[in-house]
């Protein structure tokens, strides 16, 4: 709370201290949500595909500009690894009706640290729970975790491990906030080390099974092998931060920055390449002129392979 507080100068008025009230009260219901959601039959098909956007929780002209390239690319359904709001005087609908009015879908939304409490996240965003899994039978399953949650690592640890134990689809994706690792100085693995201690292991002795992992957090856009495990970020939508390289040797593992976006709003497009049952492309995508800047071709149990359109920006 102090390093919120710290944020807002003294001498504030009686509506600022009723809102800041109301904010903390939600903050502390957060924990009533519920954790383990049932699964969701999703009804999208893989080949239409999905604007993954972590960090989009400010509507401005960096989030509109992104909202219309989606549109131009005729992508309606939605994936966001988190950070849905930021500002705690604000609320869900005025940052995602301009979404909602032109037509997207929130099909599958994981709960960043940025948040107006996790009750009010799962309602807004009709989400079967903080933790769930989005699934196309027999094409994909979606895997939504929550790592702003520290009180429940070891209910969603658990339940991972039978979710990757039991899915029959070919495609699986881990979706949730915080990197598995530090891919930028301004954020590091540590801020939620109790998560990742638990989730980093299983999504390495389940390696067969991932296709990918699909994060936000650092406000940029990259892709990373972790260890032969393709990591997206997409956190370039609201705010953009400076291109770095992740630090190679990291808590065991090998980290390899194979692309980062040029400092402009980027979304990524994800979908299954058609005709294949297992094969999926992630597209990099400069809202500003649709350019497709860096393409990844994921298949589950291998690294991905970068298209030659990935040329290093670092």
Known sequence: ??????????????????AMTAFFVGQMAADAASLIGRDRISQATPESGFAVIGDAGVWNDNTRSVRDSIQRAGIRRLVMPGDNIY???????????PWKTAGFVFEAVAIGN???????????????GQVYA?????????LILNSDSRDSVEQQASWLREQLKTAQE???????????????????????EEFQNAIRPLLFENRDRITGVLVGHDHLAGLYDIDGLPVILSGATHEL???ERAKEKQA??????????????????????????SL????????ADDRVSCSVTLVGGRPGVPSSTCSRSF
Request: net charge positive; charged share 20%.
């Open 1 to 18: 709370m102090k390093r919120i507080m710290g944020g807002f100068s003294r001498g504030r008025g009686f509506g600022f201290w009723v």
């Open 87 to 97: 500002n705690p005087f604000s609320n869900y609908d005025r940052e995602w009706s």
């Open 114 to 128: 940025h948040h107006l409490g996790y009750d009010r996240e799962v309602a807004y965003f009709d989400m079967p």
């Open 134 to 142: 989005q699934v196309m039978p027999g094409a994909a399953r979606f």
């Open 170 to 192: 070919p495609a699986v994706f881990a979706i949730f906030h915080h990197p598995p690792v530090s891919l930028t100085g301004m954020h590091g693995w540590k801020e939620r």
């Open 241 to 243: 931060r400076g291109v």
């Open 252 to 277: 065991g593992y090998t980290v390899k920055t194979q692309w980062v976006f040029d400092g402009k709003p980027t979304w990524v497009r994800l979908k299954r390449e058609s005709g294949s049952s």
């Open 280 to 287: 999926w492309q992630a597209d990099f995508v400069r809202a």
